[in-house]
Structures are given as structure tokens and as C-alpha cells.
């Protein structure tokens, strides 16, 4: 890791411990247009108190782990997030009391949670997506127009893989597949959305999103989306392999939300899609 220009915007990471926060703390102290100013993690983890980058088993970079957030949000530009619904709800009204970026990477959030975070919002850029990846953002757009092309005779059915650590099911991805679907279908996601399925479950019903999650070693994320007809299959695929696509796409978004006006906005806000 390098020393990055500190004449660009500050960042936290927030969750430093974690997979994604290891990964998006390499990949802003390696930034040329960001670099690091904080690191938090929960109060009581053994990392608090030391050099992040000596706890990540590196050299020292000069930042030390907090689990004070406020005062690390104060010395920022942005805030990168992927920690647990409840951390990421507190971490929205810290975020606009700062007024820096907060880009949200957190799944698992139910629709109650999500809505907690709008407040917050009125004051600050909000950006929130399952995921942060070009691919699957382009995928995103694929699945809406694949879904606007076809009538119910194609069932639609969305199949994730993730690591054994993950626990939340679907992934978020998942759901920006459905839901991508349902919006080029004219449905709702929740009015036909079929998770879950186990024992006797009778026949398929028509017009059904069906979601299915496979947890296995260490797959970073895997997901299909199956247009499923009589005599043929279309099958649109992304497949992570790497978790820098997400840390690659959570640090343009710290970037692309310096100038924008408070409001909540998704990744297709910052790629253009
Ligand atoms: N949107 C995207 O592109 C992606 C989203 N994710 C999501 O990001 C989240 C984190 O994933 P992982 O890094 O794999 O999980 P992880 O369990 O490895 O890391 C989460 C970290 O958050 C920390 N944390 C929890 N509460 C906290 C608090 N109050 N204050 C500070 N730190 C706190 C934990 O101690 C842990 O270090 C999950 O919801 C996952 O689904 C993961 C990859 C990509
Ligand atoms: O938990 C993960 O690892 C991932 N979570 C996100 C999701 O829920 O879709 C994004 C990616 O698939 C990895």
C-alpha cells in the first residue's frame, strides 16, 4: 500500500475487519484520487486502537482503528459502508450530521430499515446498492430488457452462490435481479416473489419470480438469471471472482457523489446506466 495524495478526498471505511472493509482499505490507500482518513470498527473488537494496516498483517499506513465514528466521519469526504443494517442505520444519521458521502454496501436490510435511512438523506449524498460492480449493474439493465421482451410463458428464476459467512439470503444482488425483472415485466417484485421453496409446494404458479441461494467455501458471488420457456433456456450470468469489483465500485461512487446535491441514489446514478 501507498501513500495517496491527501489533496483528494478523505474516506472512512467503516467495518475495517471485514472482508469488504480489508478489501476497500487496500484499495483506497492504493487510490491515485482518495485516500484513507478513518477506520471503525465495533466497539470492544480487538482491532480498535491499532494501525490498520499493521492489523491487516502489512506495514504501517498511519491510520488507527476507531470506534469513535463520529469523530472519524468529521475528518472525511465520504464514508464507504459495508457492515450490518443496525451499524449502517446509525451510521446514515452520523454521515449527515458530517455531511459526507455515504455509500452503503450493507444488504440484508428489510423494507422497515430501508426506510430508516431516508432521513438521513435530506442532508447527505446516500448512495445504496447490492452491488457495486459494473458487471452486474450492466446486468441489471440486461435482465429489464430481457424481462420486457418476454411474456409469461418464460418463467423467471434467480440463482445465487456466495461464500458459507454470508448471512443474508437472498443476496442483494438477488433482489436487484428481481426486482430489474419485475420493472420490465410492469409487476411488483413483492406481489409475485416465490423464495424459499421446500417440501410440497404445488406447481409453479405463472408469472412467478422465483429466487434460489446456494452457500458454499469461499465463492465470492455468483448469479444467474434463468428465462426458463418450453424448448428453450436463456440464462444471463455474472460471476465475482474478485472482491476489488465491489471496493473498485464503492470508492467511484465516494468520488462521483463530492458534487451532488443530498438525495438517495443507486449505482446506476454513478455509472450513467
Ligand atoms: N454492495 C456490494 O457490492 C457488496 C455488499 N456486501 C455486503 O457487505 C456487508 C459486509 O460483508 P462482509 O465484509 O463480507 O462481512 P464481514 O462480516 O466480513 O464484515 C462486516 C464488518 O462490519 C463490522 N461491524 C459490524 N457492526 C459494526 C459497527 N457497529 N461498527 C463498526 N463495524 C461494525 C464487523 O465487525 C465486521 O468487521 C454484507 O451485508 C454483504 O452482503 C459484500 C460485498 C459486496
Ligand atoms: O456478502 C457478500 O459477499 C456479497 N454480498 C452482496 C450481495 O448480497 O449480493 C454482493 C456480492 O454478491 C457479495
Redesign the pocket.
Same mark, same amino acid.
Given at each position: 500500500m501507498t501513500a495517496s495524495r491527501t489533496d483528494t478526498p478523505g474516506i472512512v471505511i467503516?467495518?475495517?475487519?471485514? +472482508?469488504?472493509?480489508?478489501?476497500l482499505i487496500k484499495t483506497v490507500a492504493d487510490h491515485p484520487r482518495a485516500h484513507l482518513v478513518g477506520a471503525?470498527?465495533?466497539?470492544g473488537?480487538d482491532?480498535v486502537g491499532q494501525d490498520v494496516g499493521l492489523a491487516m498483517g502489512g506495514s504501517e499506513i498511519g491510520v488507527t482503528v476507531t470506534?469513535d465514528?463520529a469523530a472519524a466521519f468529521a475528518k472525511a469526504q465520504a464514508v464507504i459502508d459495508?457492515?450490518?443494517?443496525?451499524?449502517t442505520i446509525?451510521?446514515a444519521g452520523l454521515a449527515a450530521e458530517a455531511g459526507v458521502v455515504h455509500v452503503?454496501?450493507?444488504?440484508?436490510?428489510s423494507d422497515a430499515e430501508i426506510a430508516q435511512l431516508e432521513p438521513a438523506s435530506r442532508q447527505s449524498v446516500q448512495m +445504496?446498492?447490492?452491488?457495486?460492480?459494473l458487471g452486474?449493474n450492466l446486468l441489471v439493465q440486461l435482465t429489464k430488457k430481457v424481462a420486457a421482451a418476454l411474456d409469461e410463458d418464460f418463467d423467471i428464476e434467480v440463482i445465487e452462490a456466495?461464500?458459507h459467512?454470508?448471512?443474508?439470503a437472498p443476496? %442483494?444482488?438477488a433482489l436487484m435481479l428481481g426486482e430489474a425483472a419485475a420493472e420490465g415485466r410492469g409487476v411488483v417484485l413483492s406481489d409475485v416473489s416465490d423464495s424459499g421453496r421446500d417440501g410440497i409446494t404445488g406447481a409453479r404458479k405463472r408469472g412467478d419470480i422465483g429466487f434460489s441461494a446456494i452457500r458454499g467455501g469461499d465463492i465470492? %458471488?455468483e448469479h444467474d438469471v434463468l428465462f426458463a420457456g418450453q424448448g428453450e433456456r436463456i440464462v444471463l450470468r455474472h460471476l465475482?471472482t474478485d +472482491?476489488a469489483?465491489?471496493a473498485r465500485?464503492?470508492i467511484k461512487a465516494a468520488l462521483w457523489g463530492q458534487d451532488k446535491q443530498p438525495g438517495q441514489y443507486d449505482?446506476l446514478d454513478v455509472l450513467g446506466l
Open positions: 467503516t467495518g475495517a475487519s471485514g +472482508r469488504m472493509g480489508q478489501m471503525v470498527e465495533r466497539a473488537h482491532w470506534d465514528a459495508f457492515t450490518s443494517p443496525a451499524a446509525a451510521f452503503i454496501g450493507t444488504t440484508g436490510m +445504496r446498492a447490492g452491488n457495486m460492480s452486474v456466495h461464500h459467512h454470508k448471512v443474508d443476496s %442483494g444482488t465470492v %458471488g465475482a +472482491r469489483i465491489f465500485g464503492a449505482m
